[in-house]
């Protein structure tokens, strides 16, 4: 069984939304998956220095144990902690599929995936055993 990580933001409805359809998506297809937002370190320290441990050393280690990474980008609006995510990611030399949801680009995203995926239903129709490589065609900067 493959696994999985899902790097992407949770910070409104919009952008639950999406997640919780690509979490649905990958877990269809059999993946064991990690999604920080089904994860997360609820111990009653929020916001406190234990708890910001807590967090960074649960998600560094879904990465370290997932076979791939899907990265929910919204373009020029990228969160801090989902660009850390990809980045650390693509530095182990595991692969990052990012999914493109904003009408941008930064090249340091896209250069520095695996592949580049243009829609959720592009998403939906990927083949995750051949892992094509797809190169970003869109507006970037």
Not at 19 to 45: A, M, Y
Not at 71 to 97: F, H, Q, R
Not at 119 to 131: A, C, P, V
Request: glycine residues 6%; proline residues 4%; negative net charge.
């Amino acid at each position: 069984m493959k696994k999985v990580y899902i790097a992407s933001p949770f910070f409104n409805d919009t952008e639950t939304e999406i997640l919780s359809k690509v979490e649905k998506l990958l877990k269809d297809k059999n993946f064991d998956v990690f999604s920080p937002r089904e994860h997360e370190v609820r111990d009653g320290n929020v916001g406190k220095p234990q708890w910001s441990i807590a967090t960074f050393t649960n998600d560094k280690n879904a990465i370290d144990w997932c076979d791939f990474v899907v990265m929910l980008y919204w373009g020029n609006y990228s969160d801090s902690g989902t660009a850390w995510e990809c980045g650390y990611a693509y530095a182990t030399n595991k692969p990052v599929i990012v999914l493109h949801l904003g009408e941008s680009s930064n090249l340091m995203v896209h250069e520095g995936s695996f592949t580049n995926i243009l829609s959720f239903e592009e998403l939906e129709k990927y083949d995750f055993d051949s892992m094509p490589k797809y190169s970003f065609t869109g507006k970037m900067f």
